[in-house]
């Protein structure tokens, strides 16, 4: 039962969703970021952490990753709460705002900004039946604390930059590292993959997961070579999951604001067709929309200010801070 009424609701903790709680915040507004998966980052920190971006005021060149970090600290500057792994399923008019139903739990808020980019982001899936009984203790698709690792035989599923990451991460924490791609070349940065070779992470390719099954307090990986015979299994404590996301947008159809080609119809205010209810970034689209972040670095601010302009009609808004904030 929600007990806290929330000023502003950011749904999406992607770059534009986490500007936009900032500039919320740095407006003294009472702020909630919601985010579906376990970590903020969007498009920028889960598809393309290593591109260099050439686009972004002020950076002559940044990472996907970095871009992130910086973000991510400017976002935590007026202690929003932030909620993460949290999915926004439906949101509710009431008379004094809207209800927001998620996977975790109920919110109340007075406004909401949806800044859901291309849908909620959701790790892919392993290919095989395994008892579901097995996630989280032995089989995880999100590394929290790497801690929980120490001492342990992990085996990490997949061949892309973050398992790379991963597996080093783990190297010198857990007891044994096994890397499982399907192919014998990763696709990681050169010099992740030079760090692999030259680590005792034990790469198995090219195999693919053939079933996992319980076994005594641990569980076993049967992996079976792609195109060829091979066969072999690793007795492990934990399966680390790594084969990137998928995205998800059906719930905006759910939510009850005018769509074009699924995405969010705004105005020139980034209203939405529900008073209260305003939309920016790559979920949105109008006339000269570009699905770019310094678009949707613009529109957060305009977004923000309608929002407060709406809850609160007396008051004036400053455009931009006067002086030095703490
Ligand atoms: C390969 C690639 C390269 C790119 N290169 C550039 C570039 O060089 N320069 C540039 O400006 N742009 C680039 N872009 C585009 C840029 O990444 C997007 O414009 C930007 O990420 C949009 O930000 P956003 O916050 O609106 O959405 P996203 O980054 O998509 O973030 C949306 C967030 O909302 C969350 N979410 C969605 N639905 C829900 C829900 N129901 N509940 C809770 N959370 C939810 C998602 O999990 C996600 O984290 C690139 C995109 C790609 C794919």
Not at 35 to 53: D, F, H, M, R, V
Request: aromatic share 8%; with cysteine.
């Amino acid at each position: 039962m929600a007990t806290h009424t929330y000023e502003i609701t950011v749904i999406g903790g992607g770059p534009v969703g986490m500007f936009a709680a900032f500039y919320a915040g740095l407006h003294s507004a009472d702020v909630l970021l919601l985010e579906s998966l376990a970590e903020l980052g969007g498009q920028p920190g889960n598809l393309y952490p290593a591109k260099i971006l050439y686009d972004i005021g002020g950076y002559p060149n940044i990472s996907g990753q970095a871009l992130i970090t910086q973000l991510k600290t400017q976002v935590t500057h007026f202690h929003p709460s932030i909620h993460t792994a949290t999915n926004v399923l439906a949101i509710t008019p009431t008379p004094t705002g809207f209800t927001l139903e998620t996977t975790t739990g109920t919110y109340t808020t007075k406004a909401v900004i949806i800044a859901t980019g291309g849908g909620a982001f959701t790790p892919r899936k392993l290919a095989v039946d395994y008892d579901p009984a097995l996630e989280p203790e032995h089989i995880q698709y999100f590394v929290q604390d790497l801690e929980e690792m120490r001492g342990l035989d992990v085996a990490i599923a997949g061949g892309g930059d973050s398992a790379i990451d991963w597996a080093l991460a783990l190297e010198p924490i857990a007891k044994s590292v096994h890397l499982i791609h399907r192919r014998n070349q990763f696709r990681g940065l050169e010099s992740s993959v030079a760090k692999l070779q030259a680590s005792s992470v034990t790469c198995h390719t090219p195999f693919l997961i053939d079933a996992v099954t319980a076994e005594a307090d641990r569980i076993n990986v049967a992996l079976k070579e792609v195109r060829g015979d091979r066969q072999t299994s690793l007795n492990v404590d934990k399966l680390l999951v790594n084969y990137g996301f998928v995205s998800e947008n059906k719930q905006l159809r759910q939510w009850g604001v005018a769509l074009k080609h699924n995405a969010v119809t705004v105005n020139s205010q980034m209203a939405t067709s529900i008073p209260g209810i305003y939309a920016i970034g790559d979920a949105v689209t109008y006339p000269g929309k570009l699905k770019l972040i310094a678009s949707g670095f613009g529109e957060a601010p305009i977004a923000i200010n309608e929002a407060l302009t709406y809850l609160y009609p007396d008051r004036r808004q400053a455009t931009h801070s006067t002086q030095l904030y703490h």
